[in-house]
Antibody, heavy 114, light 112 residues
Framework: DVQLLESGGGLLRPGESLRLSCAVS????????MSWVRQSPGRGFELVSS????????YHADSVKGRFTISRDISRDILYLQMNNLRVEDTALYYC????????WGQGTLVTVS | DVVMTQSPLSLPVSLGQPASISCRST???????????LSWFHQRPGQSPRRLIY???NRDSGVPDRFSGSGSGTDFTLEISRVEPEDVGLYFC??????????FGQGTKVEI
């Protein structure tokens, strides 16, 4: 079975940094398109960052470009989201997802910037 | 950018009765590969989203057959033939045609 388990969320001040992790299993991680999606009451769902199979392409939304970086460690089967210079508006529940149509979602990890 | 508009945003339903949610996009969701990457998701209170339907009308494994998706181009519909208590929550559509510029619908809150 596909499993995604996010961790690393927390309460931070504006300007601080955080790294989110998503431990995966049950599918071919290296080949898979992976994404971070966030959900907040005011903005709904928003694609934050994506990384294509074999890391051929990386995408970051304009709202996080230059501050967030998506990466993966295939030896440990972990997807990362490095979040620098956090802003209040980055407050959200962050999910990792698989595939072009978000086939599966983790349980999410909450990031609060205040 | 594509905009996805769902309606209604709130849907009171009765158990055993049908329900329908609409999702409209500002641009055609037909990809150059011939597929239409329109998905529907359900999020129960306090849980993460679960995909129900992909590529307009394909039900995911384990999704009851009372859920069905239809539509083409820019107009799509999710239908529940007979609402069950576990169907409450937030339903939203998402287009994957223009990845990585995914766009999500605002969500429809279904309540009994």
């Amino acid at each position: 079975d596909v499993q995604l388990l996010e961790s690393g969320g927390g309460l931070l001040r504006p300007g601080e940094s955080l790294r989110l992790s998503c431990a995966v299993s049950g599918f071919s991680f290296r080949e898979s398109l992976m994404s971070w999606v966030r959900q907040s009451p005011g903005r709904g769902f928003e694609l934050v960052s994506s990384i294509s199979g074999y890391d051929a392409f990386k995408y970051h939304a304009d709202s996080v470009k230059g501050r967030f970086t998506i990466s993966r460690d295939i030896s440990r089967d972990i997807l990362y989201l490095q979040m620098n210079n956090l802003r209040v508006e980055d407050t959200a529940l962050y999910y990792c997802t698989i595939g072009r149509t978000a086939d599966s979602w983790g349980q999410g990890t909450l990031v609060t910037v205040s | 950018d594509v905009v996805m508009t769902q309606s209604p945003l709130s849907l009171p339903v009765s158990l055993g009765q049908p329900a329908s949610i609409s999702c409209r996009s500002t641009q055609s969701l037909v990809h150059s590969d011939g597929n239409t990457y329109l998905s529907w998701f359900h999020q129960r209170p306090g849980q993460s989203p679960r995909r129900l339907i992909y590529k307009v009308s394909n039900r995911d494994s384990g999704v009851p057959d009372r859920f069905s998706g239809s539509g083409s181009g820019t107009d799509f519909t999710l239908e529940i033939s007979r609402v069950e208590p576990e169907d409450v929550g937030l339903y939203f559509c998402m287009e994957g045609t223009y990845w990585p510029l995914w766009t999500f619908g605002q969500g429809t809150k279904v309540e009994i």
